[in-house]
């Protein structure tokens, strides 16, 4: 980042390659819609080109870069919450949905291995229903801590709260996990 | 430790972020604790779950998108271009230095203080001055150089006679 600050343009597009994917997976798990995940993973290195004169490293890079982020998915998912529909479980479950892709799952499908096709898919659309159905904070820590490997220290300083109030945090929010996917759980005793 | 405190240091017990000392101490409250026990091998397998969500690349056209958007960001100077005044600060010095140097050029008129009040003087430029303008023309004018030549009296005149007084 000290390099992009000095104007070099090549340290921006190896930012650029090394977060990307980062960057939008997190925000993807955080608004549910890839198309606006990309818009806000945009708009986060617009902001850190902008504010690239007037960084200092007083901070860890990815701490910066995911406050950035982390306050844009929670300012969007405010701002769109109007628009947001509650996933009803009477909603077919879809194969592929992690891809964007709306293809319903046809048991008629040919592939060999459909029946374990269908029961990874269904693991992983109730993951991701339990992931969505926690309040944006603990959806937040839990993305931070579990998918970018961050320290505490660093995730406080991303949610704007003490250490002791994410262990709290983190705790509700595995708490609320763990009686959602009860069921898996369960299996994976 | 009591099953509150679990709380706060389950997570990092999961995490294995634990100092000694305080890890011990959770083992301890473990090995007495079977609901704790619990929701702490049920926290590691929601961890595991958690592992099965799949990453998503982002599209093509992402990084194109970015690198447009930042060659449409304004240019930024350089830090010492934020010294240099704008262009309507120059203007204006400009013309303040032009009216300075208009006024400065422009005849003085001086006013000389030699004295006590009344004894001011005024030295005046002739040119200045419209009613020497008319005097040349009067004194060129020929009707006036054909009037007969004023009398010489040994009288003083009235202006003579006032200044006098």
């Not at chain 1, 870069?65 to 009477?90: G, K, P, V």
């Not at chain 2, 779950?49 to 930042?70: C, M, N």
């Not at chain 2, 060659?71 to 704008?86: D, G, M, N």
């Not at chain 2, 006036?144 to 040994?154: S, Y």
Request: charge should be negative; glycine fraction near 4%.
């Amino acid at each position: 980042m000290l390099d992009v600050k000095a104007g070099d343009e090549q340290s921006f597009a190896l930012l650029l390659q090394r977060y990307r994917s980062p960057l939008v997976n997190f925000l993807y798990r955080m608004v549910r819609n890839r198309e606006q995940a990309e818009d806000l993973a945009q708009e986060v290195f617009i902001r850190v080109y902008r504010a690239r004169a007037e960084y200092v490293p007083s901070a860890k890079f990815t701490t910066w870069l995911f406050r950035i982020a982390t306050n844009l998915a929670l300012n969007s998912i405010r701002d769109t919450r109007h628009q947001r529909m509650e996933i009803s479980l009477d909603t077919p479950v879809t194969a592929d949905a992690e891809e964007g892709a709306e293809r319903t799952l046809d048991v008629a499908d040919k592939h060999p291995d459909i029946e374990q096709h269908l029961v990874e898919e269904v693991r992983k659309a109730m993951i991701r229903r339990a992931i969505d159905k926690l309040p944006e904070k603990q959806r937040a820590a839990v993305l931070l801590h579990k998918y970018q490997e961050l320290d505490y220290g660093e995730i406080a300083k991303i949610l704007s709260c003490s250490e002791s109030a994410l262990k709290s945090l983190l705790f509700r929010a595995y708490e609320a996990l763990r009686v959602e996917l009860a069921p898996l759980v369960a299996g994976t005793k | 430790m009591s099953c509150g405190r679990m709380e706060k240091h389950m997570m990092p017990y999961v995490d294995g972020r634990l100092k000694v000392s305080e890890q011990r101490e959770v083992e301890a409250h473990l090995a007495a604790c079977p609901a704790c026990r619990l929701r702490v091998n049920e926290f590691r397998a929601v961890s595991g779950l958690l592992d099965e969500l799949p990453l998503i690349e982002p599209s093509s056209a992402f990084d194109a998108r970015v690198r447009a958007r930042v060659a449409a960001e304004p240019v930024k100077q350089s830090w010492w271009a934020e010294f240099l005044p704008s262009p309507r600060a120059v203007l204006a010095a400009s013309m303040l230095v032009l009216a300075t140097i208009w006024i400065s050029s422009r005849p003085v008129t001086q006013v000389n203080n030699t004295g006590g009040a009344g004894s001011t003087a005024q030295a005046i430029d002739p040119n200045d001055l419209p009613v020497l303008e008319n005097y040349d023309v009067l004194a060129n004018f020929e009707p006036l150089t054909e009037l007969p030549q004023p009398v010489q009296t040994d009288e003083p005149d009235e202006g003579d006679s006032n200044r006098s007084m």
